[in-house]
């Protein structure tokens, strides 16, 4: 290809990620108008059509179904002698976007606008940036002719920041009662994170093969509203600080589950070449159990991303009494937000909290949706298993400076709602990352590099190679 014609090919790209950017997938919040809900549901419905519009040889090539606003769905037909068995991989995105500030952003957050080798915009990282990757290279294979050796199908949500219910959970059951089932899954995830860890240099390309679990509770302590010159002895407010003390002080206990033994022992081994071997240090690490996470918590400077791998984590999110300053509320009432690690179910979450707080005054119930962690396919763990040569090969073509390692995922992603489908899941978002690009991630001013989605772009395209 000439010069000229790549320039003209990344010109093209930049401009329908910055179109892309432009459609308002945001949600208008809770409790917003069924005129504001039917505009957004246009939104999902206009971002539907820009991928037709915008990658027609992609969309010449491939079976489409519109389930509705929330959910899209692909396949793209395979040609290979084994393109009439089971399809092998599912890739997952979504479209939708979290709300912004506006006003704490230097650009317009719905604006696209191309700065200092960035574009800048809600969901320029999670996860229209990757998502619009992901197509400008099925777009370049398909003008070329290029077909997978086995179907190869793709699901996008529209409301995967609202828990997926919508899209993601409705998609699964449909393509369950299709009898589909896949090797393996393909979700966003954890980047390649560069200057994350003291003393280590190398580029660390996380597979996210385990996910941790969602869970929402509210405590509430009762008491008779009234005059707050007569308060009572004992105050609802005080039930209820006592409570989240307690709480905080029997933080649940620390557990080394086999992937992130693994990744600690990888981690080791890069910032002390020779002393630890990868799967076989992970072992070690497994066979010292909770006895080493004080170490590692030493080791990391007690590094909170470091500790969310190590246990269910409790974050206090909300905390409210009365409306005034002179009354006495009828309740007081906060919210906190865990995330399970595997094997804690959300019930024997619900019993531990209940046993750590010890007190009947303070009544507990679930808030929305909450699931189970999803761990990871047993060979995940151990470096190999379904999808993982793949993986490895794909990453090494954008990213060859980069260590793998195994990973779990603290935060939510749509992929746990396939889980009946596959046996292992990766969540992986092909993005080259310093601690400060990951700060813009649902705050303000998102942006993602030239550099990052080019090497997105090449990563998917590896991919369709691989496939
Ligand atoms: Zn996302």
Redesign the pocket.
Known sequence: MTLYLEIMEKEGAIERFRRAIRIKTDWPGDGASPEALEAAEAQLGAFQDFLVKAYPCFHRAVERWVLSPYALVYRWPGAGPESGGAPELLILA?YDVVPVEAAKWSADPFGGDLKGGFIYGRGAQ??KGSLIALFEAAEERAGRGFRPRRDLWFALGGD??RSGLLGARNTAAWLAGRGLRFSWILD?GSPVIVDQFPSITTPLALFGVEEKGFLSLELAVDQKPGHASQPPRVQAAAVLGRALLRLSRRPFPARLNPVVAVFFSRLLGLRNPGRSRGVRGGAVLTALGPLIVPFLALAFRGNPQVLAMLRTTVAMTQLEGSAADNVMPSQARAVINLRLIDPWTVDDALNYVAWAVGDGRVNMRILGFASAPVPAHPEHGRMGGPGWDTMQRAAAAAFPDAAVLPFIMTAS??SRHYQELTEGTFRFSPMRLSPGDMSSVHGHDERVSLENFFLAIRFYTALFELL
């Open positions: 979504h999670d996860m995967e920041e966003e992603t749509d």
